[in-house]
């Protein structure tokens, strides 16, 4: 039986090395991501679809009750037209634009304008609340403001934070708080669909991390990034042109065109997927023949029990990708009964500073022993590297690293930290060098290793394990415990509908603590004290190492991230479990 993988107590780094001092090589390797030199831009892949389908639907959404659509052809000429009409409004390459836009096809159009026109776009989480959304976008002293009447609200009354900010843009319906419609910037501007000549190293794109653990920041993305990412997406899963994606994360969705696929946009708020209507959703799978959707765990924990209920399927699809917090075994098992023959689940691991890093299908992840393994305390298997991904597994270590020392590296099943190189790694974070000084690793044979900030390690078979963040482990007198393994254990009583494993108490002698939330329904207020025993007799039985749970301890729901709804606010739940124990450890 598999025991919970365990790190060593974390070391200070060292300021600087001997010169000649070994560096650590990759411990797994993705297969060669082949790219161009010379000028790079997604936007010129737009152009392209443009000429080979330009009466194909780029886009589709549903307004006043019917599904609509802007081609290829229509959606390029617009793109150009905002490009152009931007930079004859006074803007210049390089500079920074906030988009504030609804998912949908202005939003791709927009997007897409700024790219090939070498303006800089900013995409910052609307869910994250007004006060972190203003700070973000100060902290980007953005030259242009492009967005909904609401966000321009927002503009005029925070107005001292966006001094910086000489060319305001409204988009849709509503107040114009005295920005300039959109369709007066296509005016000015010209359908000719030129495309800047940016390089790879050249900045394409500033996107904002949700903050789920820690203050956002945002992660500069380039041109050669984004042509990496579309590569890998092709490679991965066979992306092409034809396909139709159900764009549950519209950011995901900015890559659809690039690959030649139409987006669907459905009835959905972005920022809420846990809230997500369930028939709205599997109804434009449906009418739109969908072969792909990008989704959260929370919309499909939503979606499962709606299908069984109603006797539903979602056969037209070929692939459903979901991605943000680790996806249980059984939501995939039960997502893949609702696919046709040829449909499976894949789940991508990655973050908005590497994506993506690796891959595995549901089909895999199901192999009894593999399954197995994650119930038994493991961890989570998210498969092999991605085309163009070089990983190492590092001792837990605190503080930035100047270099990949060699003594930093560890073997084939040691816990340690995951740091990543290759293609899809951005370079830094925007206005945030103490952030990028923690976490970025410059490589003197080229390059930067990104470190993820999780717990994980890679197998003898070259499957790489997530056990959980780093700053989330249990820091006890065993030693330092990652909460992801031990979570699949009690995960996979039937009872559960997730858990989540805090440390409460003072650093090296933590007390692990477990919260469940039980599935609607299945344990009544006064039964929850026979639950706990038997969930942890269960657990026991399949991972020894669960005995070091003393304390089980009951909420109605999670706080989690406000991108995925996924990702569980851990130092939150620390803070609760503290309280309700009467602040003993």
Sequence with gaps: MPEIPRAAEPSGARAAEPAGEPLFEPLLRGAALELDRGPVNVARRLDAEALAQPDADAVRWRARGAWRARSFSSTASMSARVGSGLLNSGLRPGERVCVFVRPGPDLIAIVYGLLRSGLVPVL??????????????????????????????????????????????????????????????????????????????????????????????????????????????????????????????????????????????????????????PAKLVAAIAENEATVTFGSPAIWRRVVPWARAEGANLEPLQRILIAGAPVPPALIEDLRALLGPAGDVHTPYGATESLPVATISGAEVLEPDLRALVDSGRGTCVGRPAPGIELAVLRVTEGPLPSPRADLALAPGALGELAVRGPVVTPSYAEAPDATLGAKIPDPRGGLWHRMGDLGFADEEGRLWFCGRVAHRLQTSEGLLPPVPLENVFNAHPGVARSALVGVGEPGAQLPVLIVQTERGAVPKRQRERFAAELLRAATARCPEARCVQHVLFRKDFPVDVRHNAKIHRPELRLWATAKLGGRP
């Design 124 to 277: 910052i989480d609307p869910g994250m609340g007004a006060r972190r959304l203003v700070a973000c976008a100060r902290s980007m002293q953005p030259a242009a403001f492009i967005g909904v009447a609401a966000a321009h609200a927002a503009r005029r009354l925070f107005a001292k934070h966006f001094q910086t900010v000489r060319l305001a843009v409204t988009v849709g319906l509503g107040p114009r708080f005295g920005a300039v419609p959109i369709a007066e910037i296509e005016a000015r501007g010209s359908a000719e669909r030129t495309v800047a000549p940016t390089v790879a190293q050249d900045q394409a794109a500033i996107l904002f991390t949700s903050g789920s653990t820690g203050p956002p920041k945002g992660v500069v993305v380039t041109h050669g990034i984004f042509e990496a990412q579309t590569r890998a997406l092709e490679t991965l899963y066979g992306f092409a042109r034809g396909g139709v994606d159900v764009a549950c994360f519209p950011l995901f969705a900015l890559f659809d065109n690039a690959l030649g696929m139409t987006s669907v946009f459905p009835e959905l708020d972005p920022s809420r997927p846990a809230r997500c209507k």
